[in-house]
């Protein structure tokens, strides 16, 4: 089908429109935009290049996406934004693009990021995530598939949120967050394992007892963090364990400690 642009729209003659396409009541397209088949924008979205977005995207009153980083070292160099397909971004989401010259922020597909939502510049998101109203990345985070970040929760630069994390409204993450886990608090504190994301989506009883297991040799028993993983590996593994200790040998600002259980 044809794209359906309303007369008040701006788009600039480089952009790519795909098919099927809903462009609202003074939208705003500029430069380098790769719009993709099936998206539609409400009224008063503005998409900047270079920016490649895939199919199936619905973008909300006033979202701004791919603008230029927030970093005060961009000096105009190209940088970039990549976004999958069938993602949502409610009212008043920003995307910026990348920092230093060929470098991009990414996102993936199957995402839904509430209003006020914040993805800075070199970020990397995962698929199927949910970002609650106000969720707030800073620069050069990346976070995995399945994660949920509540309400006004606010992600240091550098930092990592693991797959099927969910953290708690109001939380500031300043360490990564270890996969399949519940952060909570000011600065967050690992607060249990996040079992019923895990049964929501599948997991079977074996493989969230074991990361249970994996949760306490971390977090709840005497051995330091070294320690633990070399406890980890010399047990019985699983595909979300394997994934854990991988997760916290490469972490770079350490993992978030421990709290009082929520769950």
Excluded at 85 to 114: A, H, Q, W
Excluded at 234 to 258: C, D, K, L, N
Aim: charged residues 15%.
């Amino acid at each position: 089908m044809p794209s359906l642009i309303h007369p008040t729209a701006i788009i600039d003659p480089s952009a790519q429109i795909g098919a099927d396409v809903v462009i609202g009541p003074y939208c705003v397209i500029g430069e380098g935009v790769v719009l993709g088949d099936g998206c539609w924008l409400q009224n008063h979205v503005t998409l900047c290049g270079p920016s490649t977005i895939g199919k199936g995207n619905k973008f909300y009153s006033y979202a701004s996406i791919g603008q230029q980083t927030q970093d005060l070292k961009y000096a105009g160099e190209p940088t970039f934004l990549e976004v999958g397909d069938n993602n949502v971004f409610r009212e008043f989401c920003t995307v910026n693009r990348g920092t230093l010259i060929g470098t991009k922020t990414i996102i993936g597909s199957d995402n839904n990021f509430l209003a006020y939502s914040h993805i800075a510049h070199d970020c990397i998101v995962g698929n199927h995530v949910i970002f609650s109203n106000n969720g707030t990345l800073a620069g050069h985070v990346v976070v995995e598939d399945y994660v949920v970040l509540g309400g006004f929760t606010a992600v240091h630069q550098f930092c990592r949120i693991g797959q099927h994390v969910i953290t708690g409204g109001c939380s500031k993450i300043v360490q990564d967050v270890v996969p399949f886990t519940i952060a909570d608090g000011n600065p967050a504190r690992a607060r249990g394992v996040n079992h019923i994301g895990m049964k929501r989506h599948g997991y079977a009883d074996e493989e969230i007892s074991a990361l249970r297991q994996a949760y306490k040799t971390l977090y709840r028993s005497k051995l330091n963090t070294t320690q633990a993983l070399e406890a980890l590996r010399a047990g019985e593994s699983t595909t979300g364990v394997a994934h854990v200790i991988a997760f916290v040998e490469s972490s770079q600002r350490g993992i978030v400690t421990a709290g009082r259980d929520q769950g």
